[in-house]
């Protein structure tokens, strides 16, 4: 069982920046592709940003594109999302996710292809 720990959220105004960091603290982590998600109260838990094990591969929910990036450092068995140009529609917990171990690239995107969920790190823009 991988073990993740997020942090670095946080309030910041619209605009702004933050930095997520995920730590994986047991589990092969150069094994596995992450993921950020997140959760707005009343909406499903999506995609935001996914990355292959070897970090060569990224993918983005398409509201995010152009101001998040994911990244990985897999010596540090660390991911992190950072997140500029902040918006109120950015507002929601995000979570850090670790993939099934040999799941395809391609299925990245798809929530039951993770089965490893960190607690969540709640992140506020306001307007």
């Known amino acids: 069982q991988v073990q993740l720990v997020e942090s670095g959220g946080g309030l910041v105004q619209a605009g702004g920046s933050l930095r997520l960091s995920c730590a994986c603290s047991?589990?092969?982590?150069?094994?596995?592709?992450m993921g950020w998600f997140r959760q707005a109260p009343g909406k499903e838990r999506e995609l935001v940003a996914a990355?292959?094990?070897?970090?060569?591969?990224?993918d983005y929910t398409d509201s995010v594109k152009g101001r998040f990036t994911i990244s990985r450092d897999n010596d540090k068995s660390t991911v992190y999302l950072q997140m500029n140009s902040l918006k109120p529609e950015d507002t929601a917990v995000y979570y850090c996710a670790a993939s099934k171990i040999s799941v395809p690239w391609v299925v990245v995107t798809i929530t039951v292809a993770y089965d490893n969920w960190g607690q969540g790190t709640q992140v506020t823009v306001s307007s």
């Open positions: 990355i292959s094990s070897s970090g060569f591969n990224t």
């Open positions: 047991r589990g092969a982590f150069s094994m596995y592709a």
